[in-house]
């Protein structure tokens, strides 16, 4: 096995939450479950996506309000918020709030753009702007000022006997803006988190540049880089961080028929990693899948994950409880220390 460059100093897993709709409150449940047991073994950080109108998590901050409740260490993020169904006034206030509660475990990663089918909602989610609304950093970029306690009005102070107003977001969370992550898939996006003090989520899919070729783990190592690059002129809010997120399905204790299941997943999934999608040339990155030693190798042989020193591995979208168990038991206790991680305590 190739030696890495540098240990592996944080891992984390992301799930989507998946539900059974005749019965959501189980799948949430389940969720927290998954959580507890990643706390348990030692991970450092979970994740939740976050899904509007869909049989996953729509509320990853209701999700981590309840999850901080039930652990004590482990890390809770999201990846990603889309801004664009947000209100960031709001917003800030729910994060600072779970933040405080959770004694400062929150990591809100953000990404911005138009609602996915935002022409078959904007009726409801913007009736009277959906025309006007901007989806750009603006948006972001207005959460990150308000979390960070700048002014939202000039009006504060005592008004009759009882009431008293402040003139930023209540409550406070100190060092919650530090925790800001943003997730980009292209250099343009990675350039703007790293001038605007955010960290930097990177994950299984990229915009490669016209004149780049179409290799994923490439591409993704030149966006870190130039986040890097970015990050480094920009006003210091702590350590710029970078995390990658990538399709791991480790086998090393699981069953013949997950096995099976598991492959049949990643042979479905492959062909659209053979070739950019879109018009705008995406690429998938393909899953890892086989025993830990066999990942590591393909994880030290990625030129994006030569970038990194922590981790947050996607969790298959529609697999079930038991699946995750083995997976992220073989993650902890296998991959991890395969990748010179050590368990936290």
Not at 151 to 156: A, D, L, N, Q, Y
Request: glycine residues 8%; charged residues 20%; hydrophobic residues 40%.
């Amino acid at each position: 096995m190739p030696q890495s460059s540098q240990p592996l100093r944080k891992l984390g897993f992301l799930t989507i939450g998946l539900f059974d709709p005749a019965d959501p409150a189980a799948g949430h449940e389940n969720t927290l479950q998954v959580i507890e047991l990643g706390e348990r073994l030692g991970f450092d950080s979970a994740w939740l996506r976050h899904r509007h109108l869909q049989f996953g998590i729509s509320s990853p901050i209701a999700v981590m309000a309840a999850a901080g409740q039930r652990t004590s260490r482990i890390e809770l993020g999201t990846a990603v918020t889309p801004m664009g169904w947000e209100n960031p006034l709001r917003l800030a206030e729910d994060l600072a709030t779970v933040d405080l509660l959770s004694g400062g475990r929150i990591n809100p990663g953000l990404s911005v753009g138009e609602p996915m089918h935002y022409e078959t909602v904007k009726h409801e989610l913007y009736p009277d702007s959906a025309g006007v609304e901007d989806f750009g950093y603006a948006r972001v970029d207005r959460l990150a000022r308000l979390i960070a306690g700048e002014p939202v009005r000039e009006f504060s102070g005592k008004q009759g006997v009882v009431e008293e107003f402040s003139n930023r977001v209540e409550p406070h969370s100190s060092g919650l803006r530090e925790r800001l992550w943003y997730g980009a898939a292209s250099r343009k996006s990675a350039v703007w988190a790293g001038a605007n003090g955010f960290n930097l989520l990177s994950s299984s899919v990229v915009f490669p540049e016209t004149d780049q070729e179409p290799l994923f783990g490439r591409i993704q190592q030149s966006q870190i880089r130039a986040y890097r690059e970015a990050a480094a002129t920009a006003p210091s809010r702590g350590p710029a961080r970078v995390s990658q997120g990538l399709v791991v399905i480790p086998t090393d204790s699981a069953t013949k028929k997950q096995r099976e299941k598991y492959q049949a997943y990643v042979d479905e999934r492959t062909p659209r990693t053979r070739a950019p999608q879109g018009p705008r040339g995406m690429l998938f990155a393909p899953d890892l899948i086989g025993t830990s030693d066999r990942i590591a190798d393909q994880l030290y042989a990625h030129a994006g994950f030569q970038e990194v020193d922590e981790v947050a591995f996607a969790l298959p979208f529609s697999f079930d409880h038991e699946d995750y168990i083995q997976i992220l038991t073989d993650i902890a206790t296998s991959l991890g220390p395969a990748l010179g991680w050590t368990p936290a305590h």
